[in-house]
């Protein structure tokens, strides 16, 4: 028999042969184009189709490196102000307006808080070395003119799971009688690292600014460190770009440690952490004889992370979208290809099968 099955169905019990060059060969292949194609411009014209960016949640590891850079502001000249570091090249340049720290490192419990006055003996009186572990009690050092900042700070993890959720950060900046603090900036910087998609590692920094035009006695700050992001990370492998010190801790020259010019190259970054919703709150009336202290709480929230998917991803993400829609024009023009064969509307060949007689139907028609 000539010409190719082109069409059947089920529900019809007959099969539809034509000519592979016959109208009803080249209406069967325009239902075809109309079937798949339009799903796809639909999915497509809908936006979405391909996935673009992607998102997830996670906790960071952050553990803060115990590097700080401080400036606290005495006044409205050039050089009215009080300065320290743990990097002794900046130290080296403050002459006078250095004061150098009596710090210690706090525990959680308590344990560790008077560590640094404990080893007061064993100062260096030519600048501070950079701050050791996190568990070890720093060594103080003096100033020349014997003035001292001493500050306590430790890292809380408060649902035990492994990682760090704050910080608690106290300054204590003891003043001259005829010294008074009007604003304060600090740098803090933090080991920042992400595992659940792509690795990234990166120290990043906390900046606390505050000015006032009324002296104060006592700073406070509790905020977020929250991730920043200018470019999407990717979906797999390891990124150390941005694992280098935000400070040049190690350079000779002033310019390396204005604040200017280190906030600048940090934002140049396409990832870093801002100290988010600081709520200040500015203290005023401070006594003689007492220093200006500095509180500050830093949490570690879970962040919302974009990336760039990876290709089995946007794959899967527009397969969804074309065959949710697909399913709907299958059926349409199922019965649009049931209604064409079935009324004949281009010229075929139909073949029905030929049923067998049930045993009923024999038996009468031989009693007949």
């Not at 590097?67 to 002459?95: H, I, K």
């Not at 710090?103 to 808080?113: D, H, I, N, T």
């Not at 505050?210 to 200018?230: E, H, I, T």
């Not at 600048?264 to 203290?283: E, G, I, K, L, Q």
């Amino acid at each position: 028999m000539a010409g190719v099955e082109l069409f059947s169905h089920p529900a019809l019990h007959t099969r539809y042969r034509a000519g592979l060059c016959s109208a009803a060969a080249l209406a069967l292949l325009l239902i075809a184009v109309l079937t798949y194609v339009p799903p796809l411009l639909v999915a497509y014209r809908s936006h979405g189709f391909w996935l673009k960016q992607s998102a997830y949640r996670e906790q960071p590891t952050v553990r803060f490196r115990y590097e700080v850079l401080f400036v606290a502001t005495t006044g409205p000249g050039p050089g009215s102000f009080l300065a320290w570091s743990t990097f002794p090249a900046f130290n080296r340049l403050q002459e006078d307006r250095l004061r150098v720290p009596l710090l210690s490192v706090g525990v959680p419990g308590g344990a560790g808080g008077d560590a640094g006055r404990v080893g007061g003996a064993r100062e260096r009186a030519a600048g501070c070395a950079p701050l050791p572990s996190r568990s070890s009690s720093l060594v103080p050092n003096f100033a020349p003119h014997g003035t001292t900042l001493s500050g306590q700070t430790r890292e809380e993890d408060k649902n035990q799971d492994g990682k760090m959720d704050q910080l608690h950060f106290k300054l204590e900046l003891p003043l001259q009688p005829t010294e008074h603090v009007v604003g304060v900036q600090l740098i803090l910087i933090f080991s920042y690292q992400l595992y659940r998609m792509s690795t990234l590692v990166m120290q990043s920094m906390a900046f606390l600014q505050f000015f006032s035009p009324v002296p104060g006695s006592q700073l406070y700050m509790n905020g977020d460190l929250k991730l920043n992001q200018r470019q999407l990370l990717n979906h797999c492998g390891l990124d150390t770009r941005y694992n280098v010190s935000v400070v040049n801790g190690t350079s000779p020259f002033a310019a390396d440690y204005d604040l200017t010019n280190i906030i600048a190259a940090y934002r140049d970054r396409n990832v870093t952490t801002v100290f988010s919703d600081p709520n200040p709150v500015w203290m005023t009336g401070r006594a003689a004889d007492t220093p200006f202290i500095i509180n500050a709480t830093i949490r570690y929230p879970e962040e919302v992370i974009l990336y760039q998917p990876g290709f089995w991803e946007i794959i899967k993400f527009a397969w969804i979208q074309y065959v949710s829609i697909l399913l709907i024009f299958l059926w349409v023009f199922g019965w649009i290809k049931m209604f064409v064969f079935q009324n004949q509307v281009f010229t075929t060949t139909p073949i029905s099968p030929v049923l067998p007689l049930s045993p009923v139907l024999s038996y009468k028609q031989h009693q007949s």
